[in-house]
T-cell receptor, first 114, second 110 residues
Framework: EPEVTQTPSHQVTQMGQEVILRCVPI?????FYWYRQILGQKVEFLVS????????KSEIFDDQFSVERPDGSNFTLKIRSTKLEDSAMYFC????????????FGEGSRLTVL | GQNIDQPTEMTATEGAIVQINCTYQ??????LFWYQQHAGEAPTFLSY????GLEEKGRFSSFLSRSKGYSYLLLKELQMKDSASYLC???????????FGSGTKLNVKP
């Protein structure tokens, strides 16, 4: 069964460092998303990506965040200068936009900022 | 914007039926989704409603009333493995985002 894969599963970094989280969406999907979930809190939308560009971003997605689709398969989230409050689980998700068009989530990347 | 409300926590007994409610206020609507999330794991898709009425899928059913901004997830014949958080999510008109509620943590007791 096709799945969304994310790497790394866990990353520990020092405050102020840059972090890149990687995702391989399901191959025939057209819509890509990053969500984050701070421990014990709700799943929060960060950004959506369609047709090789950002389609929408939340207030959380400020200048320290960026997304890229560097090739036909990878979808990355970069955090330029991490802050303590960036510690969270980051989920990549994709959707085919057809039929039910539900989100398929990756297993997540847990980011811990010290 | 979107506002999605669901109860924080519920407890039910193994073998019983439980209904988890969700109300939403939206400026655009293109489907309501229910996801299950076990602790420390990713959400997994359970059900989808875009038209009013009941959708049944095995032990899980979901209902939608668009005029009332209301949905519920019904879980029958509860099993211990159903202990998890259940997330209600609304998709916006352009597929640009899904808004998630805070989730309802369901505890299933023996």
């Amino acid at each position: 069964e096709p799945e969304v894969t994310q790497t790394p599963s866990h990353q520990v970094t020092q405050m102020g460092q840059e972090v890149i989280l990687r995702c391989v969406p399901i191959s025939n999907h057209l819509y890509f998303y990053w969500y984050r979930q701070i421990l014990g809190q709700k799943v929060e939308f960060l950004v959506s990506f369609y047709n090789n560009e950002i389609s929408e971003k939340s207030e959380i997605f400020d200048d320290q965040f960026s997304v890229e689709r560097p090739d036909g398969s990878n979808f990355t989230l970069k955090i330029r200068s991490t802050k303590l409050e960036d510690s969270a689980m980051y989920f990549c998700a994709s959707s085919d936009g057809a039929n039910t068009g539900e989100l398929f989530f990756g297993e997540g990347s847990r980011l811990t900022v010290l | 914007g979107q506002n999605i409300d669901q109860p924080t926590e519920m407890t039910a007994t193994e073998g019983a039926i439980v209904q988890i409610n969700c109300t939403y206020q939206t400026s655009g609507f293109n489907g309501l989704f229910w996801y299950q999330q076990h602790a420390g794991e990713a959400p997994t898709f359970l059900s989808y409603n875009v038209l009013d009425g009941l959708e049944e899928k095995g032990r899980f059913s979901s209902f939608l009333s668009r005029s009332k901004g209301y949905s519920y997830l019904l879980l029958k014949e509860l099993q211990m493995k159903d202990s998890a958080s259940y997330l209600c999510a609304v998709r916006d008109r352009n597929f640009n985002k899904f808004y998630f509620g805070s989730g309802t943590k369901l505890n299933v007791k023996p």
